[in-house]
């Protein structure tokens, strides 16, 4: 805090934590709230020192509290030289207030000292105060007999509060339920139809930790009974990020690894009527995501195989608002081909010394391992794909390659070292025990094999297609 003796040194220009000191030509103001956007807790303390005697009464009419909602009435007392303002009515959790001194300011003994202080606070919190994000329908669209009320909020509300300061005219028995900031508000049977319908939400609607609503929301709906069945809009792969979703492929085959399904309608549905309506074949774990009362996404969790063919079904169980059914089973199939699979584009391999041998990627006669190459019988494989491995799914890719003896047979190497290189798209693996000698006339003949199948799958969705495998023979 700001030590009082250096008020006498009339240089001083300081801010330091708790206290903001205002130079003004011979009278120096300290405030707190002291900087702007200082949050204020109970007790509150409001309160401006002068370095210097001033005439008090005058003082304290140039000095004001406010808020969106005009100025802020205040029991005012003095301590020497130190204002201190006591709100008579409890301030407003979340709402930005402003001490304000402005005009001339009388001392005791010297001129008037011109001043315009101007210092921003909350009470209790500066979180923002809720708002509203959505309504659906928008103001003046016409809905259906059935259709809910959906208004969106930027945080939860308290329901009881809501309930107090919602009104709907014509007035009409309506349900309330929430999930988070989201008010469903429907009809106890159906809405009147071809009724115009005015909603309103007050400003003192308070947020689950009673922060008043920003200000009062205003709307309107027209009823019309809808005879019509639903139609799908659209249905395309997307990313979804709690956005309005956006079409990432022309159709489904485009889809990658992890990206979810986008369902669109031109009107509003049953929720409840889309998950039970709602199939992909083979079946996939994963959330039906309601976006809005005409959208829906799915979600996969592990991500799409791109050898699986799949089939996506909407049946006639999908209802609208009115409980008219789709009128025909919705079918799509689709492999999603866009995802690339792993191809290898090269094995190389080395004993001692290069340069490395290049082995074909098929099933051929035994490659020739030179023993001269052998060192304490160990020989190391370079795998090169064409796609890069991130860390997390390198292992995978290391698990699927395996190495037997398979003439005369015995012990098979053992992998005693594997390293990764080119930023993740070339294996390296360092077996030992390699047999260089003949046995019974006939060379050495080992296998090396990497399986094909979503365990060698990298973080794009790719894996190898199809099993390799690639002899090798020892002999001197």
Known sequence: MCRSNKWLIPTLILCVVGCRLIDLGGLFIQTVPSVPGEILTDPVSISLSFSRAVVEEEVEDLVVISNFAGVVSVDSSWDENTLTLIPVEELLQGTRYYLELKGLVPLQAGPNIQTNILVSFYYGT??????LVSSDP????????????MLTFSQSLDPL?????FSLLPSTSFEITWSAGLAAISPEEKWENLTHYTWSLDSKTESSTELPLAKTYRGSFLVQEDTLPPLIDCVFPTTYTGA????LGTSLPDILYSEAIAVIFNEA???????????????????????DNRSFVFQPEQGWDFLEDYTLSISTALTDMSGNPLQADYIEFFQPAAIPAVAITEISGQGAAPPPGVFGLADLPPQA??????????????????QVYADSFRASVEDAVGLEYIMPGGTAPIL????????????SLEYEGFDPGLVAGQPSIYRLTISAGPGSRNQNGGYLAEDLSLYL???P
């Open 244 to 247: 309005e979703p956006v079409p």
């Open 269 to 291: 549905v049953n929720e409840e009527s889309m998950r039970s309506a709602f199939e992909i074949a083979p079946a996939l774990s994963g959330t039906l995501i309601r976006h």
């Open 416 to 427: 005693v070292r594997r390293t990764w290189w080119g930023g993740g798209n070339q294996l």
């Open 473 to 475: 023979g020892c002999a």
């Open 369 to 386: 391992i030179d023993v001269d190459e052998l060192q304490n019988f160990r020989y190391t494989f370079s795998i090169l794909f064409d």
């Open 138 to 149: 928008v103001q003046g669209e016409t809905i259906g007999v059935l259709t809910p009320l």
């Open 161 to 165: 509060s809501f309930r107090e300061n």
């Open 126 to 131: 500066d979180q923002a105060k809720p708002y």
